[in-house]
């Protein structure tokens, strides 16, 4: 269910739409296009994206052209009204949701997920609770990106027309109720400090040639490794787990941390581990203790063999003397 400032924030949009792309077209000389549609280099066909706040889409509408699956999160109809009507004049199809993109739970789901020009509708925390969110729904190894105004960076002008230039604009949707005042986001510095890598950061110029307003980020999800699903990551980094094995309750040996009980994959030992049982500690102990009595057993003996014999020798000896005499 939508809340009543979802609602209201939903209405506003809805009145923006009919103008919202020719003028960022306008505003930002074509780079905020430029932005967005440059991170179609990083996907290939098939693979699947979410854009939230997709807007009017026309970097969703190219990613359906490139063949991608698309699915697109606004909580303006009347945004996503436009998008369908580009998707059905050029015979494209997509996933179209309209509802707060919190309440989106398809968690590791996608390949891709894009929040363009749509981080910056959040005032900080809430930005970084819905970019943690958004990065809840990309499986492990996936693409983030964020095309946004770029933090001022340049020299001491570049960095006041940056300035100038993106509070003006945040001013006109502010008083339109669009968006909240806030300071420009170092996307870049969020997406590190919540374990992401970030892979490019491209930036684009007014007018290609003027100082830097807009950048586009990709940043890569790490692969995730879960206790539950490796549960001794000391035999993993050993090699002694399959990719596509099937893992039973595991219990290693306290003194030697082997597996007691045999990984098995398919009913049959783990190929690493070999098929041959594995030596039991406590009957290895016996036999050494054995071994050790009979070794002791055989000493005595022999001592005892040994004694006889030297007093045999003892006697003849003292006899064949008394028979010389």
Avoid at 2 to 11: G, R
Avoid at 30 to 41: D, E, M, R, T
Avoid at 130 to 142: E, I
Avoid at 183 to 200: F, H, I, P, R
Wanted: glycine share 6%; net charge neutral.
């Amino acid at each position: 269910m939508v809340a009543t400032s979802d609602k209201q924030l939903s209405k506003n949009y809805d009145r923006a739409a009919w103008f919202y792309e020719t003028s960022a077209e306008i505003y930002s000389t074509g780079q905020i296009k430029a932005a967005k549609v440059s991170q179609l280099q990083f996907l290939s066909p098939g693979q699947s994206i979410l854009y939230l706040g997709v807007g009017a889409g026309e970097d969703a509408v190219r990613a359906a052209q490139k063949g991608l699956k698309v699915t697109c999160i606004d909580i303006s109809q009347g945004m996503l009204d436009r998008l369908q009507r580009k998707l059905k004049k050029k015979g494209l199809s997509a996933e179209l949701i309209c509802g707060n993109a919190f309440e989106h739970s398809k968690f590791e789901h996608y390949d891709a997920v894009a929040t363009n020009f749509f981080l910056n509708c959040f005032k900080h925390p809430a930005m970084l609770d819905m970019m943690k969110h958004a990065l809840t729904l990309l499986r492990p190894g996936g693409m983030f990106f964020v095309a946004d105004v770029s933090p001022a960076k340049g020299s001491f002008p570049a960095r006041i027309f940056n300035l100038v230039y993106s509070k003006w604009a945040m001013a006109m949707f502010w008083a339109m109720r669009l968006v909240p005042w806030h300071e420009n986001y170092d996307y870049a510095k969020e997406l590190t400090a919540q374990g992401m890598k970030v892979e490019s950061v491209q930036d684009f110029r007014i007018a290609a040639i003027g100082p830097v307003m807009f950048h586009s980020i990709c940043a890569v999800k790490p692969s995730r490794i879960d206790a539950d699903d490796h549960p001794h990551p000391h035999l993993e980094a050993k090699g002694q787990f399959s990719a596509n094995s099937t893992t039973s309750n595991v219990t290693l040996d306290d003194a030697t941390g082997v597996d007691s009980s045999l990984t098995r994959t398919a009913g049959k030992p783990h190929a690493a581990l070999g098929s041959k049982p594995l030596p039991d500690q406590g009957a290895q102990q016996d036999a050494n203790q054995d071994s050790k009595q009979d070794s002791k057993q055989d000493s005595k003996q022999d001592s005892k063999q040994d004694s006889k014999q030297d007093s045999k020798q003892g006697a003849n000896q003292g006899a064949n003397q008394g028979d010389a005499k």
